[in-house]
């Protein structure tokens, strides 16, 4: 499978402030990338489809000002959160998109916690 | 829209037993691949096991192994000989063959092996 890396795994800002988090393919030229969220206890929600080159195709609800992503390269993409406020905190997760048809999985980073102050 | 139903939210069994994840789902898809991957205090998602719709076969990785049943679409996880390592929550998670190839996920079982 994919090796993905995340950074920050852990984020602490205050109340206002932009968040950058980086996603990395370590080890696959990855066209397209996911980012989800996930609150304690719950599942993993999907909040964006990162394609390489193009805009981000964002899912209902999700706010694309508010969550700015860039795709600028085969191996990163990246997820701003603008203006963070506290119900923003979450722990944040990226996935690879590896394979095509039959082999086609999804490989994922190891998280970062935001908390919003 | 598909969707997926994890109706354990907990289960925990003794090391060594073997522990049945049930999963089902709802699609009016044909083709399409399910999966279950398991996600320990560390919050690492891990892929266990993948299957394609297509396939009447049902897939194995090692310990685990699944029992899919496309009629009553049913896609759920055996773990035979449990390891404290296997503690963690388990999603089973559905992906169309076809269009946005998105990871649908359901709500998790959270399950613990004691010693």
């Known amino acids: 499978g994919a090796v993905v890396s995340q950074h920050p795994s852990w984020v602490i800002c205050k109340s206002g402030t932009s968040v950058k988090i980086e996603c990395r393919s370590l080890?696959?030229?990855?066209?397209?990338m996911f980012w989800y969220r996930q609150f304690p206890k719950q599942s993993l929600m999907l909040m964006a489809t990162s394609n390489e080159g193009s805009k981000a195709t964002y899912e209902q609800g999700v706010e694309k000002d508010k969550f700015l992503i860039n795709h600028a390269s085969l191996t990163l993409s990246t997820l701003t959160v603008t203006s963070a406020h506290p119900e923003d905190s979450s722990f944040y997760i990226c996935?690879?998109?590896?394979?095509?048809?039959?082999?086609?999985?999804?490989?994922f980073g190891p998280g970062t916690r935001l908390l919003v102050l | 829209a598909q969707t997926v139903t994890q109706s354990q939210p907990e289960m925990s069994v003794q090391e060594a037993e073997t522990v049945t994840l049930s999963c089902t789902y709802d699609?009016?898809?044909?083709?399409?691949?399910l999966f279950w991957y398991k996600q320990p205090p560390s919050r690492q998602m891990i892929l266990v096991i993948r299957q394609e719709a297509y396939k009447q076969q049902n897939a194995t990785e090692n310990r685990f192994s699944v029992n899919f049943q496309k009629a009553a679409k049913s896609f759920s996880l055996k773990i035979s000989d449990s390891q404290l390592g296997d503690t963690a929550m388990y999603f089973c998670a559905f992906m169309k063959r076809r269009g946005a190839q998105k990871l649908v996920f359901g709500q998790g079982t959270r399950l613990t092996i004691n010693p």
């Open positions: 996935s690879v998109r590896v394979g095509a048809g039959i082999q086609e999985t999804q490989y």
């Open positions: 699609t009016s898809e044909s083709n399409y691949y």
């Open positions: 080890d696959f030229q990855a066209t397209t």
